[in-house]
């Protein structure tokens, strides 16, 4: 499935701002430079909707686009290594919280983890705090391009061990190579009730 118009529709800072709930939402979070907005650009078919940058940290706002008048994609602040003072953390959490705890038609959360790192005590917090909010997510282990295939096998086991999901709702990807894009469209339009 090709998407045809992606429009912007507002970039958001504090959680009273939200949009009014509507269409169906898919949102994308993961810790600063896991390829978030790579892989938001590759899901969508396009090279610049979602701003990529190897600045940590990019990303301090939730950023709303509409997909054809469907449904809408929804970009999150990245956490962890990001060099900004502490003050700045605390608002991102409070957006992020604010946002996933709100009543919105949020249809799947895609969580992105990059493959080569060991899961620590920001991510571990981070998947006891989606499993709490009993929203339905997936887990994109990424930039698999970086390592070989045995080191693929060894991450990845390491992974599963740490994430309380079925092996199907684990995807391992590469924005660079498209590997593994494909089956996470097909698993977002699933959630969407949409064909891929």
Request: positive net charge; without cysteine; hydrophobic residues 45%.
């Given at each position: 499935?090709?998407?045809?118009?992606?429009?912007?529709?507002?970039?958001?800072?504090?959680?009273?701002?939200?949009?009014?709930?509507?269409?169906?939402?898919?949102?994308?979070?993961?810790?600063?430079?896991?390829?978030?907005?790579?892989?938001?650009?590759?899901f969508l078919g396009r090279k610049k909707l979602a701003r990529v940058s190897s600045t940590p940290?990019?990303?301090?706002?939730?950023?709303?686009?509409?997909?054809?008048?469907?449904?809408?994609?929804?970009?999150?602040?990245g956490y962890g290594f990001a060099r900004v003072p502490p003050k700045v953390q605390r608002a991102w959490k409070r957006l992020v919280e604010g946002y996933l705890s709100a009543a919105r038609p949020l249809r799947l959360l895609i969580l992105i983890f990059d493959l080569r790192r060991r899961a620590d005590e920001l991510d571990r917090g981070l998947l006891e705090y989606v499993e709490s909010l009993g929203r339905p997510y997936i887990a994109v282990l990424n930039k698999i391009d970086k390592l070989s295939r045995n080191e693929r096998l060894k991450a990845r086991a390491e992974w599963l061990s740490v994430l309380s999901l079925p092996e199907e709702e684990i995807f391992l990807t590469s924005c660079r190579t498209g590997e593994g894009i494909p089956a996470v469209r097909s698993r977002i339009l699933s959630a969407l009730g949409l064909r891929a």
């Open positions: 499935m090709s998407f045809r118009e992606i429009q912007f529709v507002k970039s958001v800072v504090k959680p009273e701002d939200l949009p009014v709930p509507g269409l169906p939402e898919v949102a994308f979070l993961g810790r600063s430079n896991v390829g978030k907005s790579s892989l938001i650009n590759a940290g990019f990303t301090r706002a939730l950023n709303f686009f509409r997909v054809d008048h469907r449904f809408l994609v929804v970009d999150l602040p």
